[in-house]
Each structure stands twice: as structure tokens, then as C-alpha cells.
């Protein structure tokens, strides 16, 4: 695959949907980076924009929207913001809770030997109190209301005028929030030396960072699907 050298990265995840797979791979921010060009995002990752390309081609024989990576542009706005609550939200409020005890338990054992251990617990509580008010919001105010829009303009009725205005102004401080969560992840794994226990880690450890990174990656797609198809096509149509 070719690329321009001023493509953004979330015009290659539009055109290429399980792209994201290679780029998560690499340590390429698609999500709250979207709107880098590509050859910047590969600078920043240490990678080189050749390398990249050659992955996907040779991803799934260069089918660009298969291996169960949907075309999510191809499907209505409300569909789309029920699967990332269905899939995304409920997964994030079940990991964090649960991660949560589970970090207390092995800074209890590690933490004066590991003091890094705290500073990730750190972290993943301030993720905590950022994400849990942030899903509410999408949930109870902003998918609501692109549903009601999306409805309108399919039955040809005029578009319901929302409190805030305008959906620019829920999806600016939607996408300033998941900036800080992007930040907090990326403290985290620096932190955890990228999910690598140490050699003498006991399974607790091993399960804690091994969660860690997974919740990293389901909420790299999560935020993916909103900042880069969910609100710009809002937008769009409510232009």
C-alpha cells in the first residue's frame, strides 16, 4: 500500500477498517492521534512508514475489511453507539472494577520493592474517575440525542435543537477526555515497562499487567470508533 505523505492516520483506518490491528501492533496511536499524518505517527512510534505498509498488505492478503473488523461507516450512527457501549463501555466498567482489587493485592506484596506499582495504581484510579462520568455522559446526553437526530433526518422531520447547542460542543469535551485518558495509558505502560512483569513475578502480577494491556487496547478501539467515525459523521450530518 502506498501512502501520501500528508494521510492522516485515521484516513488509512477509514479506508482499511482492521488496520488497527497492525498499528496497535506497532505502537501507533490511532485513536486520539488520528488526525497525524502517517509519516509523523511512524517517527513517533520508531517505526518507518515502508514498514507499515508492508504489514498491511500482507494483512489478510490486503482485504480491507475483513478478519471481524466491521466497515463501521456503512452502518446508521445508532447502531454504531449501541455496540460501543454494549461492547466497550460495559467491558471498560467491568475491567476497572475488577482490576482495581486486584492491584491492591499486589501492592500490598510488591509495592516497597516496586514502588512503581503505586504509581500505576495511581494512575488507573484517576483512569477510573475520569472514564466512569465520561461513559455516563455519552450515555444519558450525546448518543441519545445523535439517535434522535439520526432519526429525524431519516423520516424527513426537523433536527430537535439540544441544550449544548450544537453536538460540536459535547464532542470537543468528549474527545478532551479521551485525550487524558490516551495520557494516563500511555503513564501506565510506561510505567509497567509495557506490560512486562519482572522474572520473579507471581501470578497476580503476571494476570495485573496482562489486564492492563488489554484494557488499553479494547479502549484504544473504543476510542477510535468515537473520534473517528461516530463524531465526525454526527457532525456531518448535523451540517
Same mark, same amino acid.
Given at each position: ?17 482492521? %488496520? ?10 490511532? @485513536? @486520539?492521534? $488520528? ?8 517517527? %513517533? ?13 500482507? /494483512?489478510? $492478503? ?44 499486589? @501492592? ?5 520493592? %516496586? ?38 433526518? $431519516? ?12 453536538? @460540536? ?12 485518558? $490516551?495520557?494516563? /495509558?500511555?503513564?501506565?505502560? /510506561? ?49
Amino acid at each position: 500500500m502506498q501512502f501520501n505523505n500528508n494521510a492522516t492516520v485515521r484516513e488509512i483506518v477509514m479506508r482499511m477498517p482492521n %488496520a488497527t490491528r497492525v498499528l496497535e501492533k506497532m505502537g501507533i496511536d490511532y @485513536c @486520539c492521534g $488520528g488526525t497525524r499524518p502517517i509519516t509523523e505517527a511512524c517517527q %513517533a512510534a520508531g517505526v518507518t512508514v515502508a514498514e507499515v505498509a508492508q504489514s498491511l498488505e500482507q /494483512l489478510d $492478503g490486503g482485504n480491507h475489511v475483513s478478519g471481524g473488523s466491521k466497515d463501521w461507516q456503512a452502518e446508521s450512527l445508532t447502531a454504531l453507539a449501541t455496540h460501543i457501549v454494549n461492547k466497550h463501555h460495559n467491558f471498560t466498567r467491568e475491567e476497572l472494577d475488577s482490576i482495581e482489587p486486584l492491584l491492591a493485592k499486589v @501492592c500490598s506484596v510488591y509495592g516497597e520493592r %516496586a514502588p512503581e506499582l503505586l504509581q500505576i495504581q495511581s494512575r488507573v484510579l484517576e483512569l477510573k474517575g475520569e472514564l466512569l462520568p465520561h461513559m455516563k455522559k455519552e450515555e444519558n446526553v450525546l448518543f441519545p440525542y445523535i439517535a434522535q437526530m439520526e432519526n429525524a433526518i $431519516g423520516s424527513g422531520q426537523p433536527v430537535p435543537v439540544p441544550m449544548f447547542g450544537t453536538v @460540536c460542543n459535547p464532542v470537543r469535551m468528549m474527545m478532551a477526555e479521551h485525550d487524558t485518558a $490516551g495520557d494516563l /495509558l500511555r503513564s501506565i505502560r /510506561l510505567l509497567s515497562n509495557d506490560f512486562n512483569p519482572p522474572a520473579d513475578g507471581c501470578v497476580s502480577y503476571q494476570t495485573l499487567y496482562r489486564r492492563l494491556q488489554e484494557l488499553e487496547q479494547d479502549l484504544h478501539q473504543h476510542i477510535h470508533l468515537e473520534n473517528n467515525i461516530l463524531f465526525p459523521r454526527a457532525i456531518e450530518i448535523e451540517g
